[in-house]
Structure formats: C-alpha cells, structure tokens
C-alpha cells in the first residue's frame, strides 16, 4: 500500500495537486505485538488536529483504520468535513487468526469506521460484492497501477545457478499469506522467497531447500520478477494483490488459487489459478510471457489516478491538497 500511495502522490503532483501525507513516522510508534514489522502511531488527538489544520486540505482520505486513520476520522466527523476512506487489508480475518475473537467483531468495527465516510474505495470488484454482503455502503472502486517501465521484460539475470524452473514469491512472510502452501509443493526446480516478516525464521528452518533473499527494492526486485519461471502467489485472503500485476508486467505468468484478487486480475493466457496450486504452477509454466505483459497493461498509474481522484470529495477550505492519512 505503501507504494501504491506513493505513486498516487507522484501522478497527483504531476496533475497540479499537492500531496501531504499523515504517517507514523512523524510521531513516536510501539511496535505490533508478534509482528514488529508494523509500528502503530502513538500520535495524540490534538497533535493530529494541529497537523490536519495545518495543511488546511481541500480533500481528506483516510488509507487505514488503524490509530491515525481512527484519529483523522475523529477530526473529519467532530468537524463535519467529508472525506473517503479505502479498505485495502483483511483486518478482521488477520485480527482473528492472531487473537481468538470472531472475524464478526472485526467487520462490527470497520462497517462502524468506513460508515461516515462519503466512498469507501475498494480495490477489486469481487471486493466491492463481498463488503456489500457484510452491509458497508457507499462503496466504490479504487484498482491498482504497476511501473511499466521499472518491471518490464528482460533477459534473464538472475537464479542462473539455480535448478529450475524458477518459482518466485514475493510479499510479507506472514501466517496470512499462506506461504507454506507454496513451499509444500511437490515440485522440480527451485522455490525463492522475496521479503520479510514474523514466519521468516521458521520457514527458513523448515525448508532449507528454498532459497529466502529477504527484502529486495527498485532494480534488483525487476530483476528478480523478470528472472523467475512462475510467479507463485499462494494468498487467501489479499484484497488485490500488487505483485501479481508487478510480475505480469515483468512478463512472468502467476499461479493462484481462484480467490479475490487473482480473480480480478489474471486472464486465462496470463495466469493459472486452481485449488490444486501444484496444478496452477504446472499450467502457468506453459504460459506466453507476452501474454503476462499485456495483462499488465490495463492496470496503469494513470488509470488507477483517475479513479481516486474523481472519487475525492470537498472537505474544506484549501488550495488543490490532499491530504492522505493512515
């Protein structure tokens, strides 16, 4: 998401908007229990008034219900300022697998967070129908963007001393992203793991025959996009999934289970998905690459901009900002 709000900045200014963004990393943060990785604001409420009033913004968009976002919802609603809000992360699923409450309680507290919003921006259409069946309201589509530039296809550079074929994964290691799924597969070739998280060390530990690079950025993560046979994405339960349209424009077919996200995404010429994932990986290493590039193409930047943007209410007086919370 990071990256998402980052490149929505950029296309933004080059639109003539300005852009501020209201992040942990202006406060003090505490870590999140059993997942370090993720810092929570300790922000008080009038030091995130003081910043809100500050930039005096013309639109307000609320990227997280967690406490800046919580905080910022306060100030809009105390104040009678609309504002749109997105709902990118599984919250009630993720709390549910960690803590033993209902997925229930989770979706109570974010139909109750989303519900004063104007448009809650969903990135998927099979999102849009799941969150209506769990009675939000007010929703619209917000899609995603990929680079087309920095992933693109390319020699291969990369896993040259590696077995293959070469089956990639990239994202947070993470129980929720179900990653044993993939390094379970009885499958020739190699198994490679991009990222970091709290599962990393156990995995690691439990299959030493997969090969764990940990983070990777800018050039060297294209190059590994554009180096792997298969993109494998084993996730359940993520609303989108930006890798999948990062390794497509790499030109590198994916394999998934036929779930929201990959649903939303993948073509039958660009991707696999089954509930057998051994067998979408098989399929997928049949694919064109090509195929998996113009897949890619209907997801751009300027695209995805564009739906933000004509999604954007008033909130208040300002020049042409933004201000993006979360």
């Known amino acids: 998401m ?39 604001s300790l922000a008080t409420q009038g030091a995130v008034a003081a910043f809100i009033d500050g930039v005096a913004p013309f639109h307000i968009h609320i990227a997280t219900e967690g406490p800046l976002g919580l905080q910022a919802r306060q100030y809009c609603v105390e104040r009678g300022l609309a504002f749109t809000t997105s709902f990118h ?14 997925p229930e309680w989770g979706y109570s507290y974010l139909r109750w967070f989303h519900e004063p919003a104007a448009r809650t921006l969903v990135p998927s259409p099979s999102l849009v ?24 296809p390319g020699p291969k550079t990369r896993f040259l001393d590696l077995p293959g074929p070469h089956l990639l994964y990239v994202g947070r290691v993470a129980a929720e992203k179900n990653i044993g799924a993939f390094l379970t597969l009885d499958m020739p070739g190699t198994k490679i793991v991009v990222g970091d998280g709290p599962d990393r060390t156990a995995l690691e530990r439990t299959y030493p025959q997969a090969k764990f690079l940990g983070f990777q950025f800018g050039d060297e993560l294209a190059a590994l996009y554009r180096s792997a046979d298969v993109f494998v994405f084993p996730s359940r339960t993520d609303t989108f999934g930006n890798v999948i349209i990062e390794a497509l424009a790499s030109g590198t077919p994916v394999a ?21 994932l051994g ?30 943007q004509s999604a954007l209410v008033r909130a208040g007086q300002g020049a042409r900002q933004l201000l993006a919370a979360g």
């Not at 998934?256 to 057998?276: F, H, K, N, Q, R």
């Open 2 to 40: 990071v990256r998402t709000l980052q490149n929505l900045g950029t296309e933004l200014l080059r639109r003539g908007m300005e852009v501020r963004y209201l992040t942990p990393e202006r406060f003090w943060t505490l870590p999140v229990p059993t997942y370090p990785e993720i810092r929570l």
């Open 89 to 102: 992360t599984r919250f009630a699923e993720y709390l549910a697998a960690r803590v033993p409450v209902s």
């Open 129 to 152: 129908t799941e969150l209506a069946g769990h009675g939000f309201g007010n929703l619209g589509l917000w899609s995603r963007g990929v680079d087309a530039v920095r992933f693109a």
């Open 256 to 276: 998934a289970y036929p779930v929201t996200g990959p649903l939303d995404i993948l073509t039958t010429t660009s991707g696999a998905m089954d509930e057998d």
């Open 279 to 308: 067998l979408a990986v098989a399929k997928a290493l049949n694919l064109s690459r090509s195929a998996a590039r113009s897949c890619a193409a209907s997801f751009t930047i300027a695209a995805s901009t564009t739906q933000f």
